[in-house]
């Protein structure tokens, strides 16, 4: 079972950029997606930014324009560059390997990373 282990977070003021890092046990090229998903307090997780094993990227209509996921399979890493970060941003980030089976589907999280925008 892939092991994904994310990095980065931290208290940063409005305005300002983070970097989170994803960095998996195996291969990432394997999966047919990894992505960035995000819970902030009292509310359900959602999805923030997603990239496929072919490249192509999508993002939440609240971070289009300031956020951005590459992915660098040599090194097993999927990053995520926030900037102009709001208050709103303020969330524990989760890295997501998905897996499409054959019968199946499955996804992996890391243990996720606290992002903290101050205003």
């Known amino acids: 079972q892939v092991q994904l282990v994310e990095s980065g977070g931290g208290l940063v003021q409005a305005g300002g950029s983070l970097r989170l890092f994803c960095v998996a046990s195996?291969?990432?090229?394997?999966?047919?997606?990894m992505g960035w998903y995000r819970q902030a307090p009292g509310k359900q997780r959602e999805s923030v930014a997603v990239?496929?094993?072919?490249?192509?990227?999508n993002y939440a209509a609240s971070v289009k324009g300031r956020f951005t996921i590459s992915r660098d399979n040599a090194k097993n890493t999927v990053y995520l560059q926030m900037s102009s970060l709001k208050p709103e941003d303020t969330a524990v980030y989760y890295c997501?390997?998905?897996?499409?089976?054959?019968?199946?589907?499955?996804?992996?999280w890391g243990q996720g990373t606290q992002v903290t925008v101050s205003s």
């Open positions: 997501n390997a998905h897996s499409e089976g054959f019968i199946r589907n499955v996804d992996y």
């Open positions: 195996e291969s990432i090229s394997r999966f047919a997606s």
């Open positions: 990239i496929s094993s072919g490249g192509s990227r």
